[in-house]
T-cell receptor
Framework: GAVVSQHPSRVICKSGTSVKIECRSL??????MFWYRQFPKKSLMLMAT?????????EQGVEKDKFLINHASLTLSTLTVTSAHPEDSSFYIC????????FGPGTRLTVL | QQQVKQSPQSLIVQKGGISIINCAYE??????FPWYQQFPGKGPALLIA?????SEKKEGRFTISFNKSAKQFSLHIMDSQPGDSATYFC?????????FGQGTELSVKP
């Protein structure tokens, strides 16, 4: 139980385009989901907390207009990286709260 | 202070040995301490967790020791195996958010 999926697992896009990443809780409902960013050999950095039916809460220093988060249902949250640039290239990981936090497998974003 | 300090940064252990990873925190509002295991290119997976009213928790080869007065907790991996080679993160939870340690890259040599 407590499985979280992410799609896509890898995405390559051109600079200036937007990319959407989906996070789904497969066998439970999650009112709260989280989005993290991880650089190589570094720890996970919390970007935002996503609550179903309400606006996401962003951590200090995270641009809310650049990283759009939508949590439209109890099993789906999406992160859209708008006007992506090479510095946005990273490993993006979501988690869903079901007692503890359960993490998705991550999405590797490469912006050319 | 919203920090969790983790050490060592990297660890090499022989197969069958004991791997020990340490974490320290300052904020007494932290009330839940999970450990996560992450393989390259994958998301973290919950390994074991402890609450501050318990001094030790064991699940199979994994043990968390918790010292509330010292604000320290550690992960012990007994009989370490090459398959345990991964990055381990300690974490603490204040108000529902995970605060991660810096991570420890464990390599178990056969």
């Amino acid at each position: 139980g407590a499985v979280v999926s992410q799609h896509p697992s890898r995405v390559i896009c051109k600079s200036g385009t937007s990319v959407k990443i989906e996070c789904r809780s497969l066998d439970f409902q999650a009112t709260t989901m989280f989005w993290y960013r991880q650089f190589p050999k570094k720890s996970l950095m919390l970007m935002a907390t996503s609550n179903e039916g309400s606006k996401a809460t962003y951590e200090q220093g995270v641009e809310k207009d650049k990283f759009l988060i939508n949590h439209a249902s109890l099993t789906l949250s999406t992160l859209t990286v708008t006007s992506a640039h090479p510095e946005d290239s990273s490993f993006y990981i979501c988690s869903a709260k079901y007692g503890s936090q359960f993490f998705g497998p991550g999405t590797r974003l490469t912006v050319l | 202070q919203q920090q969790v300090k983790q050490s060592p940064q990297s660890l090499i252990v022989q197969k069958g040995g004991i791997s020990i990873i340490n974490c320290a925190y300052e904020n007494t509002a932290f009330d839940y301490f999970p450990w996560y295991q992450q393989f390259p290119g994958k998301g973290p997976a919950l390994l074991i967790a402890i609450r501050p009213d318990v001094s030790e928790k064991k699940e199979g080869r994994f043990t968390i020791s918790f010292n509330k007065s010292a604000k320290q907790f550690s992960l012990h991996i007994m009989d370490s195996q090459p398959g345990d080679s991964a990055t381990y993160f300690c974490a603490a939870i204040p108000r529902g958010k995970l605060i991660f340690g810096q991570g420890t890259e464990l390599s178990v040599k056969p």
